[in-house]
């Protein structure tokens, strides 16, 4: 493809981009009121599961850990 050719496809593009963007000025966005009111403010706690105690948890987690060693489980800091 041309220099020639390229800038034609460059200008007729900015035409339309120019055309549209004017359409949109001429459109009317309603506002919309994002203020919600609610009678509650906050969610209610919740009480901790007595399904599974803290043993139970760190048993879970230390068997999900790729590396542990005896009482911690070993992490990877890594560097960005």
């Avoid at 906050?42 to 879970?60: G, L, M, T, V, W």
Wanted: glycine share 0%; charged share 40%; proline share 4%.
């Amino acid at each position: 493809m041309d220099e020639k050719t390229k800038q034609e496809i460059k200008n007729k593009a900015k035409e339309i981009l120019d055309n549209f963007s004017r359409a949109l000025e001429k459109q009317k966005i309603p506002e919309i009121e994002n203020n919600v009111i609610r009678e509650k403010h906050s969610r209610p706690e919740q009480k901790q599961s007595k399904n599974i105690d803290n043993f139970e948890f760190r048993k879970i987690m230390f068997e999900n850990a790729p590396q542990k060693n005896k009482d911690f489980i070993i992490a990877e800091k890594k560097h960005w």
